[in-house]
């Protein structure tokens, strides 16, 4: 396993900014978040990708993964606080063609950094989209985005997140059979499944085989706050036995967008516990 640091921490400053900042805090691989201001596949191009790979070098940081569950760049005054829109399950068409066609470039991203995976969501349904058209849009989308995955060599991990149409990794671990491609897996974010209540040796144990990367974070009980590992009531041992037992070998990625004030902080407290939890 890899310890690595989401650049969703650092939305107060550029990526070259975020990436020296993890790697000064010990971390020796990067999630890059595609989103303003790191990577908005939106304006991704081939002379910005390009850009960012040669800064990923000079950086010495390994990729853990291209993250590109939300798009607050798509809209010109997004709200606060995470969202899911457009979505791959969205009632509007343009805003589903716009989504495969970012998740088209973050594949494009990740081949050009070394990355092995992206990660997206399922969305969440809004009105228009009961369950039965949500699973309908959804399969239709990600055949599509499938197929550019196998042409780029990268993994589409899923993301279980709470309120959206695949919240459980028993939902998300029914999609991966129901489809059948070797390309498609799980982002298993585990302080989500301690927020919804499963068993997070469960989940893992559930998803073997299929966990492209590990967001982890700490929770507060069951409330979904992002919090420094160690700070909150994760049982990280049983994490830790877990992915031991399971054989996992991919990365363990802090994702801590709600420490924007000190992300350096925030990034050497982390380094300093999983470190020691892993060691």
């Not at 550029?14 to 201001?37: H, S």
């Not at 010109?76 to 969205?90: G, T, V, Y």
């Not at 982002?187 to 499963?198: A, F, K, R, T």
Request: aromatic share 8%; net charge negative; hydrophobic share 40%.
């Amino acid at each position: 396993m890899q310890l690595a640091f989401s650049t969703n921490a650092y939305t107060r400053f550029d990526l070259a900014r975020a990436l020296q900042g993890i790697r000064d805090a010990g971390f020796g691989a990067a999630e890059i978040l595609a989103d303003v201001p790191h990577a908005y596949p939106g304006t991704l191009n081939s002379a910005l990708t390009y850009q960012i790979a040669r800064l990923v070098e000079r950086s010495g940081l390994k990729i853990s993964n291209i993250n590109a569950n939300c798009s607050f760049g798509y809209f010109r005054d997004p709200p606060p606080e995470a969202f899911f829109e457009p979505s791959l399950i969205s009632p509007n068409s343009v805003r589903r063609e716009d989504r495969i066609r970012m998740i088209g470039h973050c594949l494009e991203l990740a081949r050009a950094v070394g990355a092995l995976n992206i990660s997206i969501t399922s969305g969440r349904m809004t009105g228009g989209v009961p369950p039965a058209r949500a699973a309908e849009l959804l399969k239709e989308g990600l055949l599509r985005v499938l197929e550019m995955a196998e042409r780029a060599r990268v993994d589409v991990g899923i993301e279980c997140e709470p309120g959206l149409y695949i919240e459980y990794a028993s939902e998300l671990r029914e999609w991966i059979d129901r489809l059948g491609h070797p390309r498609l897996g799980a982002n298993l974010d585990v302080g989500h499944s301690q927020v919804l209540g499963e068993s997070i040796p469960e989940a893992i144990a559930l998803l073997k085989g299929r966990i492209w990367n590990l967001h982890v974070e700490d929770i507060p009980g069951r409330k979904h706050y992002h919090m420094i590992p160690g700070e909150g009531t994760m049982d990280w041992v049983a994490l830790r036995n877990a992915l031991q037992e399971t054989g996992y070998a991919r990365s363990v990625t802090v994702e801590l967008y709600t420490q924007t004030e000190d992300p350096d902080g925030a990034a050497r407290k982390s380094h300093a516990y999983l470190g020691r939890l892993f060691e």
